[in-house]
């Protein structure tokens, strides 16, 4: 057909796109591709079909959908727009619900291109540098990438195109170990109990690598430390399995994995000042583990030890560090079970720790299969409860 009749036609069709008689035709029309150089199609006919989809006033294959975000930008940009509104509303929504939210959407099935997959992930930059990194935006990221993830293993098994095609700007050594898997190193099979040092070893090993892309790098390029910080933030299994780690009573803690968590947490720092904060982190995780020991467990000792030794006031991103780890010990130590709802509620003097703890939780509970024992997982959803109840301040 000539392309003047097939514009003429897509633009017929735009008052009648919610008729469902109507809806194979606008199939046919999306999945049409012609020899011709430019778009055949009315940008009105792909914007009226676009609000429609997103309004689930017509159904469409995931095909027909991949190929209209494809060929028309704009709804793809109003299509990522529609799934940050609902994913980051006033409401909070639990990761299981995020996860349905963005499965529903077909962005991620979509994304398995890298040209739609760039596209997406820079509004997902733009976002977190206009609300400086919010936990719900990390979370909304690290959902997403699960979420392609499985789009990838389900309808390519393996990838068509390389690591470098959706992750430009980091490191490829890097990108590929990130990418992995951190519940299941290559060597096992997930039913097989994973051996400690096989934990540990590419932890360590991403962070060396991100330590030398980010306090190596040349004089004068200040973009590599936020691109290490944003490919990372993506790949958030990784973090969890550093707090896991450095949680282990019977080691000394890893300084390589103390910095990692300092970098997740602080990726504004210098290198003198991360290197402060790791001595500081260093010293409370001693405490912490130290108390542990003691009978009985106080649940005050353990926010006294947990408090900066320091005159200055500790930084609000590194209380947010200190939050997690002290909320993870008595999560996963049975010592730390027995008073786990007094120092909880300690901790959540504020509705915005408050809503900070409960975003854990929900976490925990999220990622709870490959991180943490069954009677941790049951202890985090008491806890969750309890707050979102709303708990009693002291």
Same mark, same amino acid.
């Given at each position: 057909?000539? *392309?003047?009749?097939?514009?003429?036609?897509?633009?017929? &069709?735009?008052?009648?796109?919610?008729?469902?008689?109507?809806?194979?035709?606008? !199939?046919?029309?999306?999945?049409?591709?012609?020899? /011709?150089?430019?778009?055949?199609?009315?940008?009105?006919? +792909?914007?009226?079909?676009?609000?429609?989809?997103?309004?689930?006033?017509?159904?469409?294959?995931?095909?027909?959908?991949?190929?209209?975000?494809?060929?028309?930008?704009?709804?793809?940009?109003?299509?990522?727009?529609?799934?940050?509104?609902?994913?980051?509303?006033?409401?909070?929504? &639990?990761?299981?619900?995020? /996860?349905? &939210?963005?499965?529903?959407?077909?962005?991620?099935?979509?994304?398995?291109?890298?040209?739609?997959?760039?596209?997406?992930?820079?509004?997902?930059?733009?976002?977190?540098?206009?609300?400086?990194?919010? *936990?719900?935006?990390?979370?909304?990221?690290?959902?997403?990438?699960? &979420?392609?993830?499985?789009?990838?293993?389900?309808?390519?098994?393996?990838?068509? +195109?390389? $690591?470098?095609?959706?992750?430009?700007?980091?490191?490829?050594?890097?990108?590929?170990?990130?990418?992995?898997?951190?519940?299941?190193?290559?060597?096992?099979? #997930?039913?097989?109990?994973?051996?400690?040092?096989?934990?540990?070893?590419? %932890? @360590?090993?991403?962070?060396?690598?991100?330590?030398?892309?980010?306090?190596?790098?040349?004089? =004068?390029?200040?973009?590599?430390?936020?691109?290490?910080?944003?490919? @990372?933030?993506?790949?958030?299994?990784?973090?969890?399995?550093?707090?896991?780690?450095?949680?282990?009573?019977?080691?000394? *803690?890893?300084?390589?994995? $103390?910095?990692? @968590?300092?970098?997740?947490?602080?990726?504004?720092?210098?290198?003198?000042?991360?290197?402060?904060?790791?001595?500081?982190?260093?010293?409370?995780?001693?405490?912490?583990?130290?108390?542990?020991?003691?009978?009985?467990?106080?649940?005050?000792?353990?926010?006294?030890?947990? !408090?900066? #030794?320091?005159?200055?006031?500790?930084?609000?991103?590194?209380?947010? %560090?200190?939050?997690?780890?002290?909320?993870? $010990?008595?999560?996963?130590?049975?010592?730390?079970?027995?008073?786990?709802?007094?120092?909880?509620?300690?901790?959540?003097?504020?509705?915005?720790?408050?809503?900070?703890?409960?975003? +854990? @939780?929900?976490?925990?509970?999220?990622?709870?299969?490959?991180?943490?024992? !069954?009677?941790?997982?049951?202890?985090? =959803?008491?806890?969750?409860?309890?707050?979102?109840?709303?708990?009693?301040?002291?």
């Amino acid at each position: 057909m000539a *392309p003047e009749r097939m514009m003429c036609l897509s633009q017929v &069709c735009v008052p009648l796109i919610t008729l469902p008689d109507f809806e194979p035709l606008v !199939e046919a029309l999306l999945t049409y591709h012609g020899h /011709e150089p430019q778009e055949v199609l009315s940008p009105e006919f +792909f914007d009226a079909v676009n609000e429609a989809f997103l309004s689930k006033r017509i159904t469409l294959p995931t095909c027909s959908v991949v190929s209209l975000w494809f060929r028309h930008l704009p709804s793809l940009e109003k299509a990522v727009l529609h799934l940050f509104e609902k994913l980051l509303s006033s409401k909070r929504n &639990c990761l299981r619900e995020m /996860e349905c &939210c963005v499965k529903e959407s077909l962005l991620p099935q979509a994304a398995c291109h890298p040209a739609i997959f760039r596209i997406v992930d820079e509004m997902f930059r733009s976002v977190l540098l206009e609300t400086d990194g919010a *936990p719900e935006v990390l979370a909304a990221l690290q959902i997403f990438m699960s &979420c392609l993830a499985e789009a990838l293993e389900k309808e390519h098994k393996q990838m068509k +195109f390389s $690591l470098k095609t959706y992750f430009p700007y980091g490191a490829p050594s890097l990108t590929a170990m990130l990418s992995q898997r951190p519940e299941v190193p290559p060597d096992f099979s #997930p039913p097989t109990a994973i051996p400690q040092r096989h934990r540990l070893q590419p %932890l @360590l090993h991403i962070s060396q690598l991100l330590r030398e892309a980010v306090e190596d790098h040349t004089h =004068g390029s200040q973009r590599d430390p936020f691109e290490s910080w944003f490919l @990372l933030t993506h790949f958030g299994g990784w973090v969890d399995l550093a707090v896991e780690q450095l949680l282990q009573k019977e080691a000394e *803690p890893p300084a390589d994995l $103390l910095w990692l @968590l300092v970098f997740y947490y602080s990726p504004q720092d210098g290198s003198q000042q991360r290197a402060q904060t790791v001595v500081e982190l260093k010293a409370l995780l001693n405490r912490l583990l130290m108390l542990l020991r003691s009978d009985p467990l106080s649940a005050a000792d353990l926010q006294k030890a947990a !408090e900066s #030794p320091s005159a200055d006031p500790r930084p609000p991103i590194c209380r947010q %560090l200190v939050r997690r780890l002290l909320l993870s $010990l008595l999560l996963w130590t049975p010592e730390g079970h027995a008073v786990a709802w007094e120092a909880v509620t300690h901790m959540a003097h504020t509705d915005a720790v408050t809503h900070e703890i409960v975003g +854990f @939780l929900d976490q925990i509970l999220y990622r709870s299969d490959h991180f943490c024992a !069954e009677a941790s997982r049951k202890l985090a =959803g008491e806890l969750l409860q309890g707050l979102s109840s709303g708990p009693a301040r002291v």
